[in-house]
């Protein structure tokens, strides 16, 4: 196989040049911000802005989906937010609200 | 410390496994794709956009889409500076080359219980890898069987795992305002600006209204 089959529209070579182009990406994201972080001095403002972060890209990535997802991603939801502020266990708190989510799906 | 949360990783990246089979992905490219991007929100994405893989310029769309979704990245490495900025580059780069959001998170409530030891972010990293790749695989075959992962509900496992990890960091309703504007930032965004741009329009929000929020109680 020549190197023009390879990487040939609707080829595996061409395949692996989307994903590790996607790779790099990822990887410049990962590693950016701490290299950015390097050269920004450090004042209690900055410090409680990087507090609220966590929780805000947390917020930020599940509400649309959870809005979109309808009655049954808010009921899945729910069930394991409180089981999880109630147990503080997490595999037992994603499983109920999968099982959640199933039987909401089954029953209507 | 990484131990509890192996099974809810394992758990998403089967349900991206079994994401990768409904949208017609090779079993290779499923797997290559968690060994390289090891990132499941920016995967999900680009499977359901794999139609454009086979072009450069569709590439580069691609490529545009990973870079949106995962510039929450960005903005988690920028957060591990306080941490791990004391190390040698040679230490602090590897472990973030490997930085997820659980990883991230469990590193970060670590490091809030009193732990300082820096290994753990790059050990527990490799350790989720692993797993990763393993889930996607098993997910994989899952779904070569069973047509409609949604009836068992396994399409919700992302926001759940999500929305569990961030129960622990509450901290009352005052230190939570960043969140709310966030998720109302977030949702505006998701309504009325094409693309994936909603998950940074909403973090940055609530990361800028956390610096304006006092200490006083």
């Known amino acids: 196989m020549s190197v023009f089959e390879f990487f040939a529209p609707g080829s595996f070579g061409m395949s692996m040049v989307a994903i590790v182009a996607m790779g790099f990406a990822t990887v410049l994201m990962r590693t950016s911000g701490f290299w950015l972080m390097a050269h920004v001095t450090m004042t209690p403002r900055i410090r409680r802005m990087l507090e609220a972060l966590p929780g805000s890209i947390v917020v930020a990535m599940v509400l649309p989906i959870v809005v979109k997802g309808g009655p049954v991603a808010v009921l899945s939801v729910a069930v394991a937010a409180s089981l999880m502020a109630w147990r503080g266990n997490q595999i037992l708190a994603v499983a109920a609200g999968v099982v959640a989510a199933a039987l909401a799906r089954a029953l209507f | ?217």
């Open chain 2, 1 to 217: 410390m990484v131990l509890p949360a192996m099974p809810v990783m394992a758990l998403f990246a089967f349900a991206f496994g079994t994401f990768a089979v409904q949208k017609g992905l090779d079993l290779a490219v499923a797997t290559l794709m968690s060994a390289i991007m090891f990132a499941g929100a920016s995967q999900f994405v680009a499977t359901e956009a794999w139609g454009n893989s086979q072009s450069l310029a569709g590439i580069l769309t691609l490529v545009m889409f990973t870079a949106m979704v995962n510039l929450r990245f960005l903005l988690m490495s920028a957060s591990m500076r306080p941490w791990l900025g004391s190390l040698h580059p040679w230490q602090s780069y590897p472990a973030l080359a490997v930085l997820t959001e659980p990883g991230w998170l469990l590193g970060l409530r670590y490091r809030a219980s009193g732990g300082a030891d820096a290994a753990i972010v790059l050990g527990g990293g490799i350790a989720f890898w692993v797993i990763w790749i393993i889930g996607t695989q098993a997910g994989y075959f899952f779904g070569m069987f069973f047509s409609d992962p949604k009836r068992f509900g396994i399409d919700l496992v992302m926001p759940l795992f999500f929305i569990v990890v961030l129960v622990p960091l509450w901290r009352g309703p005052r230190r939570a305002t960043p969140w709310a504007v966030a998720g109302i930032v977030a949702l505006l965004a998701a309504e009325f600006i094409p693309g994936q741009w909603y998950i940074m329009a909403g973090a940055v929000a609530g990361c800028v209204t956390g610096g304006f929020i006092d200490e006083r109680v």
